[in-house]
């Protein structure tokens, strides 16, 4: 009797754990990069998501893929390098879905200036560059400008946190934005010494059940070539995975 017992709590065991196998096997990996509204460098690009495996796409044929209904089990997180302005109601809908997935999302550079009219983008992102000026309390800002072609040290705020884990302060050649705004809920990662641009160029936070990340550096080859700001997107896909 006491055999056939133990028999059973065997069997269970070892079903338990290749469910339990299958499970950690069948978490997504892919990551889909979202591009639109600008042109770039795509060798130069691409080149720093070697060996991840991602599929690319641009808005708004990015809007559909996000409502597939295999979209969360396809993919673990959502890179956007985009600057996209026009986005319908079923495709906010559709955008919002995969915050309530708890997808996770990097955005780079330029994807703080998409969806200008849809208040809720500021929210999701953690800040935003503004085309037209904007009040913060009672102070007027903006609008946001930009400038090109800045030589100067991206400086690590915040150690402990996954995104910056092995990443120390360093020089970078890109562009910077000026009078951008960054809600106070975020956690601020990286800040910069050129005090022209904003006092926080990298965060984290977390919206709806997504985790988020922003990093502001990523204007062309310069950035994309830095092996700083390639472990830092690195770490940040790494880190907003599921
Ligand atoms: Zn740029």
Redesign the pocket.
């Known amino acids: 009797m006491k055999t056939i017992v133990l028999f059973r709590y065997m069997i269970i065991l070892l079903v338990a754990s290749f469910a339990a196998l299958f499970e950690l096997y069948a978490q997504p990996q892919r990551v889909l990069i979202v591009t639109g509204g600008k042109d770039f460098d795509k060798q130069a690009f691409y080149e720093m998501f070697s060996g991840i495996e991602h599929d690319t796409i641009s808005k708004p044929a990015a809007f559909d893929r996000f409502a597939d209904a295999g979209f969360n089990s396809r993919y673990a997180a959502v890179v956007f390098f985009d600057t996209y302005q026009p986005i319908s109601q079923p495709e906010k809908e559709a955008f919002l879905g995969l915050f309530n997935a708890g997808v996770g999302c990097v955005f780079l550079?330029?994807a703080l200036v998409s969806h200008q009219e849809w208040d809720e983008y500021e929210k999701i992102v953690g800040g935003k560059y503004h085309h037209k000026p904007y009040m913060h309390g009672e102070k007027k800002y903006g609008p946001s400008t930009?400038k090109h072609d800045q030589d100067f040290t991206v400086k690590i705020l915040n150690r402990n946190h996954p995104v910056t884990r092995g990443v120390q302060d360093f020089s970078i050649h890109d562009?910077t934005y000026l009078n951008f705004s960054v809600r106070s809920e975020v956690t601020p990662l990286l800040t910069s010494d050129n005090c022209e641009g904003g006092e926080y160029i990298g965060w984290a936070h977390k919206f709806v059940n997504s985790k988020i990340v922003y990093l502001q550096p990523g204007?062309d080859r310069f950035a994309f070539e830095n092996p700083s700001y390639r472990l830092l997107v690195r770490n940040a896909i790494d880190w907003v995975s599921r």
């Open positions: 550079h330029h930009y562009e204007h």
